[in-house]
Structures are given as C-alpha cells and as structure tokens.
C-alpha cells in the first residue's frame, strides 16, 4: 500500500474539518458535509457567462463612480459638486495624504483591478483563450480576494471626511448611484465566478 495520499483527491469542511473524497460535480450541484450540515462545495450554474456580464457592466459603472459627483456640498454658501475624485484631490489638498492614498487604494484602485481581473478570466474562458499565463495571473487575483467590500467602507470614510471638514450640507447624487450600481455589479460578479471550476479546469489543463 502506498503512503502517498493525492491531496487533490480530497475536500475538508471549512466549518469541521471533515475529509472526504472529492466529487465529480455537474452544474447546479452542491456537496454537503454529512457531519455538520454545512456547504463544502458547489458547481455554479453557467458561472462563466454570468460572471463576465456582471464584469462588464461592473466595468461600464466604474468611471461614473469614480468622475459623477457623489454628494453635493453647500459651501460658504454656495452649492458645489464633489465626485470621488474631488474627495481624494481635497483630502491631498489639506494634508491628509495618508487617508487619500488609502481611499485611493482600497475605494477605487483595488476594486478595480479585481473587476479587470474577472473581466479577464471570464473572457479568457468564454471564448476560449486558456493559457498556461492564466494559472499566475489567478493565483494573483485570488488574494485580492482578501480587500473586496473594502471599499463601501472608504466611501463611508471620504463622506464623514468631507462632512468633517466643512461644515456642509449633504445631498446625494448621480455618483453615489453609480457607486452603488458598481458595487452590486463587482459583488455579482466575484460570487457567481466559481473559482473552483476555474482552478480544476487550469490545472486539467497546465498542471501535470
Ligand atoms: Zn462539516
């Protein structure tokens, strides 16, 4: 008998521990654990398709969100405009260079490059584009995985900045729905890409 087990072979509970054969699953199929009762795995229903429509349109939002105005400011008086963008330039501008670089990052930068990532991983797979590259360039996005939602967090923050700063009244606009509608697109698209499918399928096809 040998001694080497083929990890691969094998799925544990997240929630138990539990070990058990890997199945062989078709779309729509969910495995659960006998022991606990909880999820271990799921073959998501045309994964591929659904997650790259949602990329695009995530995609098509993504400038609005960043260049509509998101709240209006009445300041001095007078009722400005502010987008994202204007957030950021007017945190740099009084000083708070830290707090730009990090609503920069985590509100714009990060949930953008996830966004172009599923982008690319779905549009590689629908049309049938696999490349040994792939395997890299998803192991990379899977750690990103880490910062998502990070970024209704650092609206939050930029608002009560502003809010902080001047004195202003608060209107919600165009930006702000944008923002939204480019939130609901991102979170759509990371939760019907089923990476599973992704990893089993790259290395079928680059791993030996
Ligand atoms: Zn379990």
Redesign the pocket.
């Known amino acids: 008998m040998s001694d080497n087990i083929n990890t691969n072979q094998l799925i544990a509970?997240q929630?138990?521990d539990?070990l058990y054969e890997k199945p062989k699953l078709k779309q729509g199929q969910i495995v659960k654990?006998t022991?606990?009762g909880?999820t271990m795995a799921e073959r998501k229903v045309n994964s591929i398709e659904r997650s790259f429509y949602w990329s695009m349109a995530g995609l098509f939002f993504l400038i609005p969100a960043v260049l509509l105005p998101i709240m209006g400011v009445t300041l001095a008086g007078q009722y400005h405009h502010a987008s994202l963008l204007d957030c950021i330039l007017a945190l740099i501008d009084r000083g708070f260079f830290m707090i730009a670089t990090l609503v920069f990052l985590f509100a714009i930068a990060v949930p953008a490059i996830r966004l172009f990532g599923s982008f690319y991983v779905t549009y590689s797979f629908k049309f049938n584009k696999l490349k040994p590259s792939l395997l890299y360039f998803f192991r990379a996005f899977h750690h990103l995985d880490n910062w998502a939602m990070l970024n209704v967090f650092m609206l939050g923050i930029v608002v009560s900045m502003y809010k902080l700063l001047d004195d202003t009244e608060l209107s919600i606009n165009m930006g702000l729905l944008a923002f939204i509608l480019w939130l609901i697109s991102s979170t759509m698209a990371a939760s019907t890409l089923d990476q599973d499918y992704i990893w089993q399928k790259l290395e079928d096809e680059f791993v030996d």
Request: glycine fraction near 0%.
């Open positions: 509970c929630l138990c539990a654990c022991r606990c909880s």
